[in-house]
């Protein structure tokens, strides 16, 4: 399947820090995501980008910043971490020639204690 | 914008029963529409997606899913569910650029 990684898998931080999770693909895709899952919510929308340097926001983009320096990586920031970020964070991408499905990475649980 | 109501939160079936998960959507265009499952623990795979055509669309393991425009659905179907289909199955909803999805329905398969 697509090659898209995400890091780290797991992460256990304090209130107040700055964390920065990592997606890298292999695919040369356009489009990278950012999702975050919690239950009862599905997954939501945080931030995308479809180049390098063009980004923007999704449903539930407060407290995130994302960037795209390159086009295999697209990082997603937490400025100051709160309790209520504390989730499953999803990277996606696109196929960008055909506009199709997305592929996602296998998740990042992060806790923030 | 765009959204994804997924009515039912959870879903009991008995297995060999047939199956139907509902999804409705608001998009302003002609919208990708995709039906994603995902097992306790694991990430997502794609069941199924409609583009354009035919509006009723074949997906991996037996599943089906019906276009219907005039009633801004994409209702997942299986004729005989198995034991080893109880997952949370999220409809979603796209254009171009950005993919939205529902708040998910989890299946419970009971012998």
């Known amino acids: 399947d697509a090659g898209i990684t995400q890091s780290p898998r797991h992460k256990v931080t304090e209130t107040g820090t700055p964390v920065t999770l990592r997606c890298h693909q292999t695919?040369?895709?356009?489009?990278m995501y950012w999702y975050r899952q919690d239950p009862g919510h599905g997954l939501r929308l945080i931030h995308y980008?479809?180049?390098?340097?063009?980004?923007d926001k999704g449903e539930v983009s407060d407290g995130y910043s994302v960037s795209r320096s390159k086009t295999e990586d697209f990082l997603l920031t937490l400025e100051s971490a709160t309790s209520s970020q504390t989730s499953v964070y999803f990277c996606?991408?696109?196929?960008?020639?055909?506009?199709?499905?997305?592929?996602f990475g296998s998740g990042t649980q992060l806790s923030v204690l | 914008a765009q959204s994804v109501t997924q009515p039912d939160i959870h879903i009991t079936v008995s297995e060999g029963a047939s199956l139907e998960l509902r999804c409705n959507y608001s998009?302003?265009?002609?919208?990708?529409l995709f039906w994603y499952v995902q097992s306790p623990g694991q990430g997502l795979q794609l069941l199924l997606k409609y583009f354009s055509g035919d509006t009723l669309v074949q997906g991996i393991k037996g599943f089906e899913a019906e276009f219907k425009r005039s009633q801004s659905s994409f209702n997942l179907r299986k004729p005989s569910v198995h034991w080893s289909d109880a997952a949370e199955y999220f409809c979603?909803?796209?254009?171009?650029?950005?993919?939205?999805f529902g708040t998910g329905t989890k299946l419970q398969v009971i012998p």
């Open positions: 996606a991408i696109r196929d960008s020639a055909t506009n199709e499905k997305l592929f």
């Open positions: 695919e040369n895709h356009r489009y």
């Open positions: 998009y302003g265009a002609t919208p990708y």
């Open positions: 979603a909803v796209g254009g171009y650029q950005k993919v939205t």
């Open positions: 980008s479809y180049g390098v340097k063009d980004t």
